[in-house]
């Protein structure tokens, strides 16, 4: 992974942990429903946010390595990975 995309995804998983913290606390503390759901919804955006981030650098990278090199083997197996992770099945 690139150093930039590294630190990008570390700061949104401190972030991420940082709302998931959060929304314990405020379960534990018997808040407002709808405020616990808010959090819950901002979680799953970072998390969201994060996806994207690590999809666009797997493309960048892994896939990219591997539709340039010589693998077929290597190429077929990373645009199966992609087409299953689009498609929310698992390889």
Do not use: F, P, W
Not at 2 to 19: D, F, N, T
Not at 28 to 39: A, L, T
Not at 54 to 72: F, I, K, S, W
Request: net charge positive; glycine share 4%.
């Amino acid at each position: 992974m690139k150093e930039k995309s590294k630190q990008s995804v570390q700061s949104r998983l401190a972030k991420i942990a940082g709302q998931i913290n959060a929304v314990s606390r405020m379960v534990e503390e018997d808040r407002y429903c709808i405020d616990v759901i808010r959090q819950v919804r901002a979680a799953k955006a970072a998390l969201s946010s994060l996806e994207q981030v690590m999809l666009r650098e797997h493309v960048d990278t892994c896939v990219t390595h591997a539709l340039t090199g010589d693998d077929v083997a290597l190429r077929k197996e990373r645009v199966e990975e992609l087409v299953a992770v689009l498609g929310g099945t698992k390889k």
